[in-house]
């Protein structure tokens, strides 16, 4: 969107096995917390081998990863002592957001004054996400109404489904509960044959260009007894009268709406976990870095 650079996501643990098409005019953008991860150091390694330039966004100074690509964003977000990262997620999302601008300007497609705008906005965000984090107590409060659901459903359009990813794997990781992050798109496809009075849905709606499309889901999960928490700007009132709970961010430019939405999306997770009396720090059966295939 900024930089105008055609952009594949991959699963580093399913990169090498699948012929990936590049050469030297491809850049692969290896991103791990603590740089020893075992699929991501073999996905550089196999991107290596075929010609591609490698760079990585990491958190770690002097773990392997930096080491073995040719160029490094260290986010220096500190220590990382929770198993569920948090603090490295936002962190990604700066250098990330960072790369972005300085690509779009290397190619002329932002100007000077508008990648300051950009620069700008983000400077704002730290403030936005101290509002979020003022909510804590609202969020504890929901977070408890719904901890005895055993099965979860997140959704979310264009950039707000990573966020959904991210806020069902936190809630599966430290609370022990089911959910599943989905394409709003995609609920027709198989996800809305699961959807009762127990299972609750999340739906990630910031004020965006895929906003519309929010109520045709709302709609569906309501039509079949599902609950619906609905994450909303603060200023929302449309939908909030079509869903069962409410979650409130501030407005911000939509490319930079994730820092602001997944800040309740975790919390609510946290105190979901809290409640039940999982260890949140160290979660059963993870580790902090996986090392091994």
Do not use: W
Request: proline share 5%; with cysteine.
């Amino acid at each position: 969107t900024l930089a105008k650079v055609p952009v594949e996501v991959e699963i580093a643990s399913e990169f090498r096995y699948r012929d990936p098409l590049g050469g030297q005019r491809t850049l692969l953008v290896a991103i791990s917390q603590s740089g020893e991860t075992a699929d991501t150091l073999a996905a550089v390694r196999e991107a290596k081998g075929r010609g591609f330039r490698t760079l990585s966004i990491c958190n770690v100074l002097g773990s392997t990863l930096p080491r073995e690509t040719e160029g490094v964003i260290f986010t220096h977000a500190g220590p990382e002592i929770g198993v569920a990262s948090t603090k490295a997620f936002t962190a990604q999302l700066a250098a990330l957001y960072l790369l972005a601008l300085h690509f779009g300007r290397l190619r002329g497609n932002l100007s000077r004054d508008r990648v300051r705008e950009h620069i700008k906005l983000l400077r704002a965000v730290p403030g936005l996400m101290e509002e979020v984090l003022r909510q804590e107590g609202e969020i504890e409060a929901l977070a408890t109404d719904y901890a005895h659901y055993r099965n979860f459903l997140y959704l979310g359009r264009g950039i707000s489904y990573p966020v959904a990813l991210e806020g069902a794997l936190k809630l599966k990781e430290i609370s022990y509960i089911h959910a599943e992050g989905y394409p709003a798109g995609e609920m027709k496809h198989g996800p809305i044959a699961l959807v009762d009075e127990e299972m609750p849905v999340m739906v990630v709606a910031p004020r965006d260009h895929t906003y519309e499309k929010a109520f045709g889901n709302i709609n569906e999960v309501k039509s079949r007894r599902g609950r619906v928490i609905a994450l909303l700007n603060q200023e929302d009132q449309r939908l909030q009268a079509e869903v069962d709970s409410v979650l409130r961010v501030p407005y911000t430019y939509s490319l930079l709406s994730p820092f602001l939405t997944v800040l309740p999306l975790q919390l609510f997770a946290y105190h979901i976990a809290d409640f039940l009396g999982t260890d949140v720090d160290q979660p059963r059966n993870l580790a902090k870095s996986v090392t091994v295939e």
